[in-house]
């Protein structure tokens, strides 16, 4: 089973650059697709970022296209979200979550996969 724990968030000003990680343990990511989800105070959870780990396609949802870069270090187990010119928006909880049978495409829908593994969260604020 796949366990993952996220890091980096914190408070930062707009225009700010932040880099979260999520690092797995209790088995790799091999064949696996990552993925960062958020959730705003009183909003749903969104689909931001995933990368497939065999063929390394990335999708990016439009509210964080150009500002924001997924990636995945197999070796260390451990995915990687470059968030830059940070704004007030983008105040959340960000999750990483993983799955064996995620079909990851640059359109993909992410709230129709299904991501096995969850981690606990790092809240991201962003003071104006």
């Known amino acids: 089973q796949l366990q993952l724990v996220e890091s980096g968030g914190s408070l930062v000003q707009a225009g700010g650059s932040l880099r979260l990680s999520c690092a797995a343990s209790g088995a790799s990511f091999n064949l696996y697709a990552v993925g960062w989800f958020r959730q705003a105070p009183g909003k749903e959870r969104e689909g931001i970022a995933c990368i497939s780990e065999d063929d390394r396609v990335a999708y990016y949802s439009d509210s964080v296209k150009g500002r924001v870069a997924i990636s995945l270090d197999s070796a260390k187990k451990t995915a990687y979200l470059q968030m830059m010119d940070l704004n007030e928006d983008d105040t959340a909880v960000y999750y990483c979550?993983?799955?064996?049978?995620?079909?990851?495409?640059?359109?993909?829908?992410?709230?129709?996969?299904?991501?096995?593994?969850w981690g606990q969260g790092t809240r991201v604020t962003v003071s104006s």
């Open positions: 979550a993983a799955g064996k049978w995620v079909y990851v495409t640059p359109w993909m829908d992410m709230g129709s996969q299904s991501f096995d593994s």
